[in-house]
T-cell receptor, first 111, second 117 residues
Framework: GENVEQHPSTLSVQEGDSAVIKCTYS??????FPWYKQELGKGPQLIID?????GEKKDQRIAVTLNKTAKHFSLHITETQPEDSAVYFC??????????FGTGTSLTVIP | GAVVSQHPSRVICKSGTSVKIECRSL??????MFWYRQFPKQSLMLMAT?????????EQGVEKDKFLINHASLTLSTLTVTSAHPEDSSFYIC?????????????FGSGTRLTVV
């Protein structure tokens, strides 16, 4: 089955700096890679996603890049703000299968 | 956008009792819903896939007689934790897919914090 590794497990950045979180997947047939933001005591919220036929996707301060050859994808948050502080999960998914979540990254943005 | 409502958000129950958690898709129909469990500072672990009108599919290691799932309609799935024990204390999250949304359209509920005392 699929295995998704996520790094780092914790990340602290100064407000205004960029944050990068990386995930590596094992199933080459995975074709959808969402990123979720989870605030304390709440369910995950989709912040951005990318399909395997796209190499990069951007939505304002958030971007995701995908390298299918290396089987890894990354979340990039620019101009970080304190409200970006949360736990971020990556996931891999293959059509007809299920989501496999990464282990999560606790991001702290220091004002 | 698609909304998945989960109720209750928090519940405390005594050991040995049963607790029911509801997951509703508010503005779309979901033939399939998913139930996850999340322990503190850990990732989401899929427990089971709830299928409308048929039996749920449980992941390996999840006791189907302990975690009863009923997907009685296209907008409601329930998870009942039977004979709850303190080790069942966890954060339970449901998810559903809205085929009408961009991308794969999976939306998560807000979660239920279960504490068994």
């Amino acid at each position: 089955g699929e295995n998704v590794e996520q790094h780092p497990s914790t990340l602290s950045v100064q407000e205004g700096d960029s944050a990068v979180i990386k995930c590596t997947y094992s199933d080459s047939a995975s074709n959808y890679f969402p990123w979720y933001k989870q605030e304390l005591g709440k369910g995950p919220q989709l912040i951005i996603d990318i399909r395997s036929n796209v190499g990069e996707k951007k939505d304002q301060r958030i971007a995701v890049t995908l390298n299918k050859t290396a089987k890894h994808f990354s979340l990039h948050i620019t101009e970080t703000q304190p409200e970006d502080s949360a736990v971020y999960f990556c996931a891999g998914w293959r059509t007809g299968n299920q989501f496999y979540f990464g282990t999560g990254t606790s991001l702290t943005v220091i004002p | 956008g698609a909304v998945v409502s989960q109720h209750p958000s928090r519940v405390i129950c005594k050991s040995g009792t049963s607790v029911k958690i509801e997951c509703r898709s508010l503005d779309f129909q979901a033939t399939t819903m998913f139930w996850y469990r999340q322990f503190p500072k850990q990732s989401l672990m899929l427990m089971a896939t709830s299928n409308e009108g048929s039996k749920a599919t449980y992941e390996q290691g999840v006791e189907k007689d302990k975690f009863l799932i009923n997907h009685a309609s296209l907008t409601l799935s329930t998870l009942t934790v039977t004979s709850a024990h303190p080790e069942d204390s966890s954060f339970y999250i449901c998810s559903a897919r809205n085929p009408g949304t961009e991308g794969w359209g999976y939306t998560f509920g807000s979660g239920t914090r279960l504490t068994v005392v």
